[in-house]
Nanobody
Framework: QVHLVESGGGLVQPGGSLRLSCAAS????????MGWYRQAPGKQRELVAS???????NYADSVKGRFTISRDNAKNTVNLQMNSLKPEDTAVYYC?????????WGQGTQVTVSS
């Protein structure tokens, strides 16, 4: 019942910025958590940042101070502002929504940080 559509990935130089967006559609109400995960080649998928309906946030240590997650409850949209990007941030980024014990995933968007 939930569909996530992502946008904003691309190629950026080290030190640059990108903004990822994810819009959720379907029957969504009540408490939920939206977040961003990433998976680099040869690595496990990891949580980057998450934000609840009540705007509580959580960040991976590796992105703390550089990335900012935000959401609009009326639009069921979550954003990830990524600043001071490093080559280590290169990965496929996935939008996620968790509600009532079930998780939904976006299609993934490639972020490449390289000169």
């Amino acid at each position: 019942q939930v569909h996530l559509v992502e946008s904003g990935g691309g190629l950026v130089q080290p030190g640059g910025s990108l903004r990822l967006s994810c819009a959720a559609s379907g029957i969504i109400f009540g408490f939920n958590t939206m977040g961003w995960y990433r998976q680099a080649p040869g690595k496990q998928r990891e949580l980057v940042a998450s934000i609840t309906t009540y705007f509580s946030t959580n960040y991976a240590d590796s992105v703390k101070g550089r990335f900012t997650i935000s959401r609009d409850n009326a639009k069921n949209t979550v954003n990830l502002q990524m600043n001071s990007l490093k080559p280590e941030d290169t990965a496929v980024y996935y939008c996620n929504l968790r509600k009532d014990g079930f998780g939904y995933w976006g299609q993934g968007t490639q972020v490449t940080v390289s000169s």
